[in-house]
Antibody
């Protein structure tokens, strides 16, 4: 059974870089049917898609964050990571990693497996 | 960005009630619409993908319908474990966007 486990610092100072890692167990990051994504949730913005990584290593980012975000993978460790630079208080949120599955029957994508969420606070 | 608007924002219901939640997209998204359930302190849980296909393991009292811009999630007979917040999400365009949520409580 696939499980995702997010990890990283719970507090980041303004203007610094937020870095989170998602460890994948019970399945392979290299599987061709899946993308891998990051989503965050705050009371102010609700659920917000940050970006996704596809099975060829290509990345797709939310244009509102594109200048500050990068998602990468380490297949040897079966994990993928999020970096968000120049953070402000507006980046305070619960950050989720998730598997973005392609469903052949509907030719659509959906986040079908989620990590537990990591609360990150931006504060000095 | 494609805006997703849910209604109502909250509703009160009782066990056994039939509940319907509506989601409207700001442009046509075909059937690229997913529904999630979220309980406090937990990650969202996928209920329905492709507007109307039930995710494996999800009870059959949940159903989804719609295409284009208007979609509905229906719970045919509300159970105690269904009190939660429900979100729609489109996977038609980038960025993926979510509705603001509908809280279902007693």
């Amino acid at each position: 059974q696939l499980q995702l486990q997010g990890s990283g610092p719970r507090q980041v100072k303004p203007s610094e870089t937020l870095s989170l890692t998602c460890s994948v167990s019970g399945g392979s990051l290299s599987s061709s049917r899946y993308f891998w994504g990051w989503i965050r949730q705050s009371p102010e913005k609700g659920l917000e898609w940050i970006g996704s990584l596809d099975d060829s290593g290509s990345t797709y980012y939310n244009p509102s964050l594109k200048s500050r975000v990068s998602i990468s993978e380490d297949t040897s460790k079966n994990e993928f990571s999020l970096r968000l630079t120049s953070v402000t208080a507006a980046d305070t949120a619960v950050y989720f990693c998730a598997r973005d599955r392609h469903y052949y029957d509907t030719a659509s994508y959906a986040f079908d497996v989620w990590g537990q969420g990591t609360m990150v606070t931006v504060s000095s | 960005d494609i805006q997703m608007t849910q209604s109502p924002s909250s509703l009160s219901a009782s066990v056994g009630d039939r509940v319907t939640i509506t989601c409207r997209a700001s442009q046509s998204i075909s059937n690229y619409l997913n529904w999630f359930q979220q309980k406090p302190g937990k990650a969202p849980n996928l209920l329905i993908y492709g507007a109307s296909t039930l995710q494996s393991g999800v009870p059959s009292r949940f159903s989804g319908s719609g295409s284009g811009t208007d979609f509905t999630l229906t719970i045919s007979s509300l159970q105690p474990e269904d009190f939660a917040t429900y979100y729609c999400q489109q996977s038609y365009g980038v960025p993926r966007t979510f509705g603001q949520g509908t809280k279902v409580d007693i």
